[in-house]
């Protein structure tokens, strides 16, 4: 069999393992990661790409001036043993990819990559007639299914028609054709800049920039070559139609194809010049089409140019260095990226934790993190923070004793407001006819005289209705569940910012995290309103005076005592006459004897005083326990049912729990999916280097 296309010529043994390389990274896929060395056929539309793409490849695809290529075409050469062989798939472009270009719809429910016919050459030999028919049949099938019922329109597909040629003759290779670019008036400009962009973007890609005879000014082609970053060493040229070429063209194709440096349009690698297969030709063989290329170029204004920059003969030879040089240069990036992306891919798949797809997963995981939770919270209500994060919403004991100290400290200034100590001056003469008005003149005792004789009862003259002390008590501790809700609204924040930095420490991984602390934080009302009941409840026991405490009794006694004491000293710096403390301690309390109607009032205020200070610190320390340790911090609060035994019972009884909380949405589900993917492929392609050879350094 004749030399059929580009593969034969471009065989070099220094480079063959590493085009197999190439290929095989393309066949496991990781080009979808990773850009790979490639051949793309760029020029504006109605350029002659695809006759390039013909002569190049050898495979007849349509070259009618009035058919535009309107989706990329991949043509992936692939050197192999047994008959030549071709596939044709369309591949739907990746889905995160948004370039502008117009979906079939028919093509993006595929969902990826959809076979659109296999030719064996066993049954069609290359070259020959029925071959041609039925490649130019599957074409346009596969142009049907990317184009839908519009074929004649003027969109473009971002999905790809891959043709797969293998034989024994080719070599690892492929060239990507297109669609061709438009003036900027044109319907589908933004689009086909977007896709070509795509392409050209891969700085591993060698861009084989098609021209044709018209006006360079009006090419797109020629403003896209100056922004191809690196373009000396990835763009070579070619200008085809030459047999075609308008009337005053002569210079500056000549001109282009000499590629003198101080040209306009120089490229390192060089232009060249091709005479196309014209519609009628169609029939005609590969051989046919060189023999009349190599002869149009003998005549004319072309045999004044050098010959080996004519033709698709010198052409190939040209792409075949050129390719061979790339390929070369690029493989050194290439392991070092494979290798860095699968490091990134590694670090997001850690990020993603383990996966929790299914209900055993999500019961693992939930254990798991119960378990760390609960240790954690257990040294936070400790206070032993050696093992937490250093952060003071870990430090819950602390905040929880800050709290408790502030609580106690506004109830002891709550009492000192209410019932101060009375003044040491309240006698304010010796003699004994103004001592009543004088004590009852003090707010506090005036204010319990008041309530003594707004309530008499059938008690006798000199005694107090019992339920005196019940009245001025209640008066005393209204202000308590104030005191207490604000200690509760004050922690139950802290018990929330503890919760979060607590299940931050237990898991790395944010959605959990996320679910896990709104869970827990949801738990929160429960804890505070049982909290909020047991309070009621302590209160209303305080609402009763009693107590058994012995203190009680010193306290109110030791009370009376220096009031009495506070008065006779006021009284020993008015006598003149300088009689003693003692003397007047006795006077205040034979008076007193004698006036029970004003006594009763002082043992009422010094009990009152004595019974608050009892009460109070028993208060205090009942809320402490009952309330906060009980209900906010207690088996039942969120911080202490969280444990692994808790989490296995739940999953019994309620079916979506492990999944409202450790469950994995979609998307997450899929990015895990397509990371591992990723890794496989990535990984074998490493293994692979080394069973071809190439270096990993």
């Avoid at 798939?89 to 948004?98: G, N, R, T, V």
């Avoid at 004319?300 to 010198?314: A, E, N, Y």
């Avoid at 797809?357 to 939770?373: I, P, T, Y």
């Avoid at 005036?446 to 107090?464: K, L």
Wanted: aromatic fraction near 6%.
């Amino acid at each position: 069999m004749p030399a059929r296309g580009i593969g034969t010529v471009l065989r070099n043994v220094d480079t063959e393992q590493k085009l197999e390389f190439i290929q095989h990274l393309k066949r496991i896929g990781v080009d979808k990661y990773v850009d790979l060395p490639q051949l793309v056929v760029v020029g504006d539309q109605s350029s002659g790409k695809s006759s390039v793409l013909q002569a190049i490849t050898r495979l007849p695809f349509p070259v009618d001036d009035n058919m535009c290529t309107r989706f990329a075409t991949e043509v992936a050469l692939q050197r192999s043993a047994g008959p030549e062989y071709i596939s044709v798939q369309i591949k739907a472009a990746p889905a995160e990819e948004d370039s502008g270009v117009e979906d079939n719809d028919d093509l993006s429910a595929a969902g990826g990559t959809e076979t659109i016919h296999d030719i064996e050459c066993t049954t069609f030999p290359f070259g020959s007639q029925e071959f041609a028919n039925e490649f130019k049949r599957v074409l346009a099938a596969a142009s049907r299914q990317l184009l839908g019922p519009e074929e004649g329109g003027q969109d473009l597909s971002k999905a790809t028609l891959t043709i797969t040629v293998k034989g024994p003759d080719e070599i690892d290779l492929t060239v990507v054709d297109i669609p061709g670019l438009v003036s900027a008036g044109h319907d589908a400009f933004e689009t086909a800049r977007a896709l070509v962009k795509r392409y050209i973007d891969n700085p591993k890609s060698i861009i084989l920039a098609v021209a044709h005879p018209a006006d360079p000014g009006t090419q797109e082609v020629f403003q896209m070559i100056k922004n191809i970053p690196n373009k000396e060493n990835r763009v070579i040229g070619v200008i085809t139609k030459c047999d075609r070429k308008q009337e005053g063209a002569d210079n500056w194709i000549l001109d282009t194809i000499k590629n003198e440096r101080h040209h306009g349009h120089y490229l390192k690698q060089g232009w060249f010049g091709l005479r196309n297969r014209l519609p009628m030709e169609q029939d005609t063989s590969n051989q046919e089409r060189d023999a009349k290329e190599a002869d149009f170029f003998t005549r004319g204004v072309w045999k004044d140019l050098s010959p080996s920059r004519l033709g698709i003969k010198h052409l190939r030879i040209a792409l075949t260095k050129m390719h061979n040089a790339h390929i070369t240069s690029s493989i050194p990036e290439l392991i070092p990226e494979i290798r860095g992306r699968l490091s990134s891919c590694d670090h997001d798949l850690a990020q993603l934790g383990k996966s929790r797809s299914l209900k055993s997963e999500q019961l693992e995981c939930m254990v798991e993190l119960a378990s760390s939770f609960s240790r954690l919270s257990e040294d936070a209500l400790d206070g032993y923070y050696h093992n937490l994060p250093d952060q003071d919403s870990a430090k819950l004991r602390k905040a929880v004793q800050d709290g408790l100290e502030e609580f106690r400290d506004s109830m002891l200034h709550h009492y000192q407001n209410s019932l101060p100590d009375l003044d040491d001056t309240i006698l304010t003469s010796l003699n004994k006819r103004t001592w009543r008005s004088s004590i009852l003149a003090e707010e506090n005792l005036a204010h319990i005289y008041r309530v003594i004789q707004a309530n008499r009862g059938r008690e006798f003259p000199d005694e107090v209705n019992q339920n005196v002390m019940g009245i001025l008590w209640r008066d005393q501790t209204t202000n308590w569940r104030t005191m207490a809700t604000a200690l509760m609204e004050n922690l139950v924040p802290k018990i929330a910012n503890t919760m979060n930095v607590l299940v931050k420490k237990a898991t790395t991984e944010q959605e959990l995290q996320i679910n896990t602390t709104n869970w827990l934080t949801s738990q929160l009302p429960a804890a505070s309103e049982a909290a909020a009941d047991e309070l009621s409840r302590v209160l209303s026991d305080e609402a009763r005076t009693w107590t058994l405490r012995p203190r009680y009794s010193t306290r109110a006694g030791a009370l009376y005592n220096a009031y009495i004491t506070a008065m006779a000293k006021s009284l020993v710096e008015l006598d003149d006459d300088d009689r003693s403390l003692e003397y007047w301690d006795l006077q205040i309390k034979l008076w007193l004897a004698g006036h029970r109607n004003v006594d009763t009032v002082l043992n009422t205020y010094v009990r009152l005083k004595a019974y608050h200070e009892v009460a109070m610190e028993r208060f205090v320390d009942n809320v402490a326990l009952q309330v906060v340790e009980r209900h906010l911090l207690g088996p039942s609060s969120a911080l202490k049912m969280f444990t692994p035994s808790y989490v296995v019972k739940m999953a019994e009884d309620d079916v979506e729990f492990l999944k409202t909380i450790a469950g994995e949405n979609e998307d997450k589900a899929v990015e895990r999916a397509n990371l591992a993917k990723e890794i496989a492929s990535l990984t074998e392609a490493l293994a692979s280097a080394v069973r071809f050879g190439i270096s990993n350094n």
